[in-house]
């Protein structure tokens, strides 16, 4: 075999050829958007190696080789293309000296090309990197400069360039035979000058059909599929409550699309937001209240933030608790609040404008695109004006209605650059609880919620790491990861274009189109994901209102109303019809057309 460290060589310094080339990448750096090649292999799955053999179809033991090492092999399956094998052992290896001499042992096998340790990606499934490279260059680089660029490296081959809607990206082979091989070969890729990104073909896990996760607790998760089951009683609600089937957002219909993407970044404006909670990775954290903590909780009464944090991130599917709504986007925590009870979990806390005003500045900084506020405070021109700013700068804003009815909505959910979330229930009911109003856009799940809750004797329930819990401090962040999944999709649509999105998607609930109490209607992520693609590409579907053929007559009135090249969606209903747009589409505000019997969005 040939020796480890014969592969891992330098990079030829041929290129100063690169660095020639006009507005070239500057080496070593990430361009705009550009995540880490490594942040897919950060956490190691010690009980799991990747096998790939020289032949799809031949026949491989790999018993005996592990049994040299003192471990047995629990399993032993084809993973991902079909001369991969995933080998599960009877015990993790946790040294990394052992678990380099099992895979130098292995790759010793014969009909074994290559080898890599195993890792967990942010669902939990399992991922390592294929020996073969993916490469974006600077579009300021000759294509003949990336192929040379390419190829000269030690042991790249076969460079090309395959697909066109991906201009100056190319795909290559290499000759490494380990997995550890491949990631320092991605950081001498990056050196080059011009290069944009540089990852591996990653083989990984992929969900197709309607997603239902494993997690322990979906069942009480009613919010995000809903059976018709009876939820509770469990503390701290100890209320049961029983359901009505499809009154839900969905979650699995939209999981079948998208996860999320680790491109979009949620925020927490909180309290603090466990780091290290086992059922949620919390990518960002930040503390603007001098306490410290980096994001996680400022002290022993703030537990809020973490509940709140598990209904976008919560982990899906590592059988274990819970799932939030986007649980393949990145979460940040923004500690901005100070609770009163420093000793026990409590609603109530204390904070600065300039705390408030500080996280949503970091919340930009660090490229977040949606942001949760699950609190209520008098109104401060300086946090009004810090919501407007960042929207205009992408930042998608959602806020709890409140728990106060009949009070009237309070800021910041009754500010205009926030999407205001009401409370529904599983029945279809809206909380008595959750205050209502003309303000109120969306409602979403917030009654019996199961999420995740700070571990040890500090959280909501003594000695558990989950609380069922109400309010509209819940139902907003399980939107909030809706608006997510939207920009997942479709991550160069404004606040603006998602929120009516958002709405125009909701199912109707109460009187017809928008109303006082349910707003636009029930946040639905499946309807979401399929109006937003249908906007992106230039068709809508176009729904009539509650109801069946009476209302056909007046959604045709207000799609015949429209001038050429426009666009009419009619809010929700069973009759849908499908428009294509022949000019690119401009919002303007919600309006009401001649025949059209509630709001519509034309676009021209």
């Not at 923004?334 to 420093?342: E, H, K, R, S, Y």
């Not at 999407?419 to 003309?438: E, L, M, R």
């Not at 999944?485 to 909701?506: C, D, F, Q, R």
């Amino acid at each position: 075999m040939k020796p480890r460290d014969s592969f891992l060589c330098s990079v030829v310094p041929l290129l100063a050829l690169l660095a020639s080339d006009a507005g070239a990448q500057a080496p070593g750096s990430l361009a705009p958007g550009a995540r880490d090649p490594k942040a897919h292999y950060d956490v190691l799955a010690p009980e799991l190696v990747a096998v790939e053999l020289v032949s799809a179809g031949q026949a491989a033991d790999f018993t005996a080789v592990v049994s040299r090492h003192g471990l047995a092999l629990r399993e032993q399956r084809p993973y991902g293309p079909r001369r991969f094998r995933l080998l599960e052992l009877s015990a993790p290896v946790t040294d990394a000296s052992a678990r380099a001499a099992l895979l130098d042992d292995l790759g010793r096998e014969p009909g074994v090309q290559y080898v890599s340790a195993v890792y967990r990606d942010e669902l939990g499934l399992a991922e390592f990197p294929s020996r073969d490279l993916i490469v974006r260059f600077d579009a300021a680089v000759s294509a003949e400069l990336q192929r040379v660029a390419l190829e000269s490296l030690p042991g790249v081959h076969g460079a090309e360039q395959p697909w066109v809607i991906l201009p100056d990206t190319w795909t290559a082979g290499t000759e490494a035979r380990f997995g550890s091989e491949v990631l320092t070969l991605i950081d001498q890729v990056r050196s080059l000058p011009g290069v944009r990104w540089a990852e591996s073909d990653r083989v990984g896990g992929v969900i197709h059909h309607d997603f239902f996760p494993n997690d322990t607790l979906w069942a009480q998760s009613w919010g995000l599929h809903n059976t018709g089951q009876t939820t509770g009683p469990l503390p701290p609600s100890n209320n049961a409550w029983p359901g009505t089937a499809d009154v839900d957002m969905d979650l699995p219909e939209a999981w079948d699309i998208t996860l999320g993407s680790t491109a979009i970044i949620a925020v927490v404006f909180d309290s603090g937001v466990q780091l290290n909670h086992p059922d949620m990775a919390v990518a960002f954290g930040a503390d603007f209240t001098g306490q410290n903590q980096g994001g996680g909780p400022v002290n022993g009464g703030a537990c809020h933030g973490t509940s709140v944090a598990g209904c976008i991130r919560a982990t899906a599917n590592n059988n274990l608790g819970t799932v939030g709504s986007a649980p393949g986007c990145r979460l940040g925590s923004a500690a901005m609040t100070i609770p009163d009870n420093f000793l026990a979990c409590t609603n109530n806390s204390t904070g600065q404008s300039s705390w408030k005003v500080s996280a949503l500045n970091w919340a930009f900084l660090i490229g977040a695109r949606v942001t949760c506020s699950s609190f209520g405070t008098a109104f401060e021109q300086s946090v009004a004006d810090a919501y407007s700013s960042t929207k205009v700068l992408g930042l998608l804003h959602f806020a709890s209605s409140g728990n106060s009815a009949p009070s009237s909505i309070g800021f910041p959910a009754n500010d205009d650059d926030t999407v205001a979330v009401g409370n529904i229930q599983p029945d279809g009911n809206i909380n008595p609880s959750s205050q209502t109003g003309s303000v109120l856009d969306v409602v979403a799940p917030g009654t019996n919620i199961m999420t995740t809750d700070i571990t040890g004797q500090f959280g909501y329930v003594n000695g558990s790491d989950y609380a069922m819990v109400n309010g509209t401090s819940f139902a907003a962040p399980y939107a909030a990861g809706v608006g997510a999944l939207v920009l997942s999709m479709y991550p160069n649509l404004g606040p603006n274009e998602v929120t009516l999105i958002l709405k125009m998607s909701a199912v109707d609930f109460g009187t017809p189109f928008e109303d006082n109490t349910f707003g636009a209607g029930l946040v639905n992520a499946h309807r979401a994901l399929l109006l937003a693609t249908d906007f992106v590409n230039g068709s809508v579907r176009v729904y009539n209102g509650p109801g069946t053929s009476p209302w056909y007559p007046t959604v045709a009135a207000g799609v015949n109303a429209a001038s050429a090249g426009q666009l009419v969606l009619v809010h929700e209903g069973n009759y849908a019809e499908t428009l294509t747009i022949t000019k690119p589409l401009l919002l303007r505000q919600w309006t009401s057309l001649a025949g059209a019997s509630g709001p519509a969005i034309v676009g021209e």
